[in-house]
């Protein structure tokens, strides 16, 4: 493997255990730490699109396309997990927001506000 090869390989591998502790944060709700590895995150992403457009030109880029994809996609899952809780943060704090403001919203307990009187699909209860 070529050098900009493993380092797209190891900095994927990192975004995923980023995404994960990112994950753990929202749900500890502990928000420096959200922010900082958010800070993180990005900057790692800035590196994986100059790595991506190195290793696209590399001969051996096809063969190993596949692995890269398997990890490329997991991060994606994680990341729309992680999607999800902030959400369902966003949705409760509003909620309450709304109560405390006496209006007409009610939190489900699902992730989701509904207007009262209607009720909310579940979320995937494997987050």
Not at 54 to 70: G, I
Request: glycine letters at 4%; charged letters at 30%.
């Amino acid at each position: 493997m070529k050098d900009h090869e493993i380092k797209l390989f190891s900095l994927l591998q990192e975004l995923l255990s980023l995404a994960e502790e990112q994950r753990s944060a929202i749900k500890t709700r502990n928000l420096e730490k959200f922010e900082e590895i958010t800070a993180d995150l990005s900057g790692k992403c800035d590196q994986l699109l100059n790595l991506e457009k190195a290793y696209a030109q590399s001969p051996r880029a096809q063969e190993q396309k596949r692995e890269l994809w398997a990890l490329a996609e997991k991060l994606r899952e994680t990341n729309q997990s992680n999607l999800i809780l902030i959400q369902s943060s966003a949705d409760f704090l509003r909620s309450v927001l709304n109560n405390l403001m006496s209006g007409s919203l009610r939190y489900e307990g699902t992730g989701s506000i509904v207007r009262q009187g209607k009720q909310s699909a579940l979320l995937d209860k494997t987050l």
